[in-house]
């Protein structure tokens, strides 16, 4: 079976940090893009980060630009999303997910619930207080 397990959630104050990892298993791990949603209560899923199989192509979106940093290290099957300078606008249960498209990921980040991707993963949550 596919399984993505994320981890590295946690209580962090204003403007702190937290890596986040997706370790993914029962796939071809290089074969998949894999992006990085979250959702807060009373929300709908948001887009915030995915990287292509080999780590060629990133994308961000705007609120999290120049903030986060997706990274994926294939001999462990791990994605990990480095977050510095978190806000409370920023807390919600992050999830990781995969497909063999970058493109159709990328669009999936892009563009909220229009489209979907191929697995995913149960969620880490991410709290920051004020």
């Known amino acids: 079976e596919v399984q993505l397990q994320a981890s590295g959630g946690g209580l962090v104050q204003s403007g702190g940090s937290l890596r986040l990892s997706c370790t993914v298993s029962?796939?071809?791990?290089?074969?998949?893009?894999i992006g990085w949603f979250r959702r807060a209560p009373g929300k709908e899923r948001e887009g915030v980060s995915c990287?292509?199989?080999?780590?060629?192509?990133?994308f961000y979106t705007d609120f999290v630009k120049g903030r986060f940093t997706i990274s994926r290290d294939n001999n462990q099957n791990t994605v990990y999303l480095q977050m510095n300078s978190l806000n409370f606008e920023d807390t919600a249960v992050y999830f990781c997910?995969?497909?063999?498209?970058?493109?159709?990921?990328?669009?999936?980040?892009?563009?909220?619930?229009?489209?979907?991707?191929?697995?995913w993963g149960k969620g880490t949550q991410v709290t920051v207080s004020s």
């Open positions: 997910a995969a497909h063999r498209s970058y493109g159709h990921t990328m669009t999936v980040v892009g563009t909220g619930n229009k489209y979907d991707m191929a697995y």
């Open positions: 029962g796939l071809p791990f290089d074969d998949y893009a």
């Open positions: 990287i292509s199989s080999h780590s060629e192509n990133t």
